[in-house]
C-alpha cells in the first residue's frame, strides 16, 4: 500500500508538472484554448480509473 500511495504521488507531481508546460491528456483540448472536451474521452478515463480502484479495493478485501 505504501508503494502505491508513493506511485501516485508521484503521478501527481508529474501531472501537475506537465500541466504547467502546457502538455494535456490525449484527446482533451489545450487549458485556455476555449474548446470543450470531448465527453466519450472523459467518460473512458473516468471509467479506467473507476475499474483500477474497484480492482484495488477488490484485491484489499480478498487479502482478509
Known sequence: MLGLLISSCAAGWGMMAARK???TWPGLPQRG??????WRVLALYLSTIAALVA???WRVA???
Request: hydrophobic share 35%; charged share 35%.
Open 21 to 23: 508546460v502546457g502538455y
Open 55 to 57: 480492482l484495488a479495493v
Open 62 to 64: 480478498r487479502l482478509r
Open 33 to 38: 484554448s476555449g474548446e470543450r472536451p470531448d
